[in-house]
């Protein structure tokens, strides 16, 4: 997910929103922008724009592949990203089910008074409501209209901020061990929102914002990542940057 932040621009009161889940589709495209309204004349607001973009793998093309993502304009911006865990195929259980309830959960819960636009109660409370069986890594991020963005994540889904062609902040991944990342899951014995890792970072004017899960930061080198994201000012393109790798398997957005 990339985000680049403009300057003097305001978020549009209205809660419109994008869902765009895992279709029967090789390539999926979307790009959602906010309205621009009247600026306070003491106060300077954000605004973002969002481009989108998801390669299944290609043994999972003919379903669309397993990840999910949600992105809204409710006060500064909400971005959410949901990589199902393949091993449930093992079980006869479809891996992309989990991580589609759960981010339909984070969408209907944005404004929950208890929630409190903090995004570790956020992944608490649409955990507690999935009811499919299976489990997902997942990152969640809440923009605040004064440029504070939180950061709650569980798992190897990752959010690198860009600032002046250097990577300034990067969560870190999750793992029991290699190849067993920390996840949300429909079992007991997962994990919860307590284990998420949770951040503030402060963005200035011109920060991007590249958030994606495992199959994009598995796959792409952090300075290629920079190097490639360098190239665009629009922001759907830099949503289909093209990248070293034969496919990527996961979801990428951006955001300016």
Request: with cysteine; proline share 5%.
């Amino acid at each position: 997910m990339a985000i680049s932040m403009p300057k003097s621009s305001s978020i549009s009161p209205s809660n419109q929103f994008l869902q765009s889940f895992s279709r029967n589709t090789k390539k999926k495209n979307s790009v959602v922008c906010c309205n621009q309204s009247e600026l306070s004349p003491t106060r300077l607001e954000l605004s973002i724009c969002v481009g989108t973009h998801l390669i299944p793998h290609p043994r999972k093309i003919e379903k669309g592949g397993e990840d999910a993502f949600f992105v809204s304009n409710y006060n500064g911006g909400v971005l959410a990203i949901a990589d199902g865990v393949s091993g449930w195929a093992r079980k006869n259980i479809d891996p992309a089910l989990f991580p589609r309830d759960l981010m339909t959960n984070v969408s209907n819960l944005i404004e929950d008074e208890e929630v409190n636009y903090e995004p570790q109660i956020l992944l608490k409370k649409a955990h507690a409501a999935t009811s499919s069986v299976g489990s997902a890594t997942v990152v969640v991020a809440m923009l605040e209209k004064n440029g504070i963005l939180k950061i709650a994540n569980v798992g190897d889904c990752g959010l690198q901020i860009i600032r002046q062609g250097k990577i300034n902040f990067s969560t870190s991944p999750q793992e029991h061990y290699f190849d067993c990342p920390y996840q949300l899951s429909s079992h007991e014995a997962g994990q919860t929102y307590l284990d998420a890792m949770v951040s503030e970072v402060e963005l200035l004017e011109g920060d991007t914002i590249v958030m994606g899960s495992d199959g994009l930061f598995d796959n792409v080198f952090d300075h290629e990542i920079v190097s490639m994201i360098s190239r665009f000012n629009d922001v759907a393109e830099a949503g289909r940057f093209p990248t070293p790798c034969p496919f990527i398997s996961k979801i990428m957005l951006s955001l300016c």
